[in-house]
């Protein structure tokens, strides 16, 4: 009976227990169509019309940008002539407010020897 103290002991003790693994599907690789094509002639007709019209509307600003910039210059030039001229009559004013003054006139009436009559005077106001 000592004997049976000293069996061998199965081999799966020393060797370490493997699981069968499952079966994995193979990983599908989608590929690409080899005949698609990129772009299509109504898409790029559409593609160069859209081109075309933003083309148009770029060189439309562009015009009406230089037109508006020339209609500014314009009125620039039309109001510094304004003032100028506003200026130029500011001056007459002041001037014929000097040459009225009732001392000019006084002197003047004296060298020619005029005589002052009040029944023939008026005065005019503006």
């Known amino acids: 009976m ?13 060797q370490p227990l493997v ?4 079966q994995q599907e193979p990983k599908k690789v989608h590929k690409l169509n080899p005949q698609t094509k990129g772009v299509t ?10 081109g075309i019209i933003l083309f148009g509307l770029a060189v439309a600003h562009i015009a009406l940008s ?4 020339t209609v500014n210059r314009s ?20 001037k014929v407010q000097e040459l009225s003054r009732y001392d000019r006139v006084y002197s003047i009436a004296n060298d020619f020897d005029l005589e002052m009559n009040e029944d023939q005077i008026r005065n005019v106001f503006r």
Do not use: C, G
């Open 75 to 94: 009125i620039q030039d039309v109001q510094s002539q304004s003032v100028v001229t506003q200026i130029e009559n500011e001056n007459y004013e002041q």
């Open 41 to 50: 002639r109504l898409e790029s007709a559409v593609m160069s019309f859209f």
């Open 66 to 69: 230089m037109q508006v910039s």
């Open 19 to 22: 699981q069968p693994q499952p």
């Open 2 to 14: 000592m004997n049976d103290n000293l069996a061998r002991q199965p081999e799966t003790e020393h």
